[in-house]
């Protein structure tokens, strides 16, 4: 059954919010998304927590680019937010760019590792591509302490945050600071929540256009069957090389975002735990759609504390003496119950909900 009212013209078909209740619901999201900030204590965990999933957000979409529409499994995506990280870290505190600069410029950077990556990749799919993409996030953690590469970054590097060029530390720590914008007093991590969003939906919009483009689908054809897509037209070289330069781009600006929110990374930070919890996002979501990817993340951010606070308390599970590693099971658990019950995630369970109510009373 159809999940959407039937349209008579390519024009209706590509809105993206085609009729009155997707209005609505934009809306209401709206209003509590603004809302949200104002409503949590500012200073708080449940903050930390809304801004981690915005961060989440970009990052799931990223690899959704990459893995839902073009069907390349990749188990190296903390590399790529490691690389935004850094040269976010790196690039502020050595030349003092403000983060508007540095944002796309690590995403650049993530791009041009990531196109180099895609080469090697372009006669490798499956288990062999994830092995390939593994091997890709052991080698940038270690050229990322290498003394002579990276200054030694093994230790805490700092994010220093500027508005302007030519800023001193002074000021770039001002940020930090609660200020006051006519009756509104903002603090560090609800400035953060603002200039997330507004990043988070750009990046979003951005994915929804890109999946209905034709390099879109043309991405989703080599999915598919890339021998159909190219008896077809469709250059799957190109297709697989543009999934990895826009995956990558994206994934350098989550990184970005990470190493803002937090202030101090490390390497340590960027292992192939946060990769495993970047696939659980776009599983549990769903695969192949840009909402799914925002469900998965959203779902992800929140189930990770209670997944720390049960794993302890798992007959097995507790006997793994690493807390993060306990995580990681856990959501590998979780994965493994999507793709047996609801393949399609989060989002297979709303367009179940959806078929329903269209079709009520009747069963069909």
Sequence with gaps: MPTRSLVTSYRDDLKIFPDMWHKVGLLVGVAVILYLPFYLDPEGSWMRTANLSLVYIVGSVSLMVLTGFAGQISLGHAGFIAIGAFT??????????????????????????????????????????????????????????????????????????????????????????????????????????????????????????????????????????????????????????????????????????????FGNISVDNFHLDMSVHYIAMIVIGGIGSVMGAICGAIAVTVLSPLMRFIGPKLPLISRIESVSLQESVLFSILVIGFLIIEPLGIFGIWLRIKRYFMAWPFRY
């Design 88 to 261: 976010m870290g790196l690039m502020g505190e050595r030349y003092g760019l403000p983060f508007w600069i540095l944002m796309p410029l690590a995403g650049l950077i993530a791009a041009v590792v990531g196109v180099a990556i895609g080469f090697f990749a372009l006669r490798l799919k499956g288990l062999h591509l994830a092995i390939v993409t593994v091997g890709l996030l052991y080698l940038v953690r270690h050229v990322l302490v290498l003394p002579s590469m990276a200054g030694g970054l093994s230790t805490a590097q700092k994010v220093p945050i500027y508005l302007f060029p030519g800023e001193t530390a002074k000021s770039a720590a001002e940020i930090k600071v609660p200020m006051d914008y006519g009756p509104i007093t903002l603090f560090f991590e609800q400035k953060m929540y603002f200039i997330f969003l507004a990043i988070t939906i750009v990046v979003c919009y951005w994915a929804k256009n890109l999946a209905r483009s034709n390099a879109g689908r043309a991405m989703m054809a080599v999915r598919d069957h890339d021998l159909a897509a190219a008896t077809l037209g469709v250059n799957p070289a190109k297709a697989k090389l543009q999934a990895f330069a826009i995956s990558s781009f994206l994934a350098g600006i989550a990184g970005a975002m990470y190493g803002m929110l």
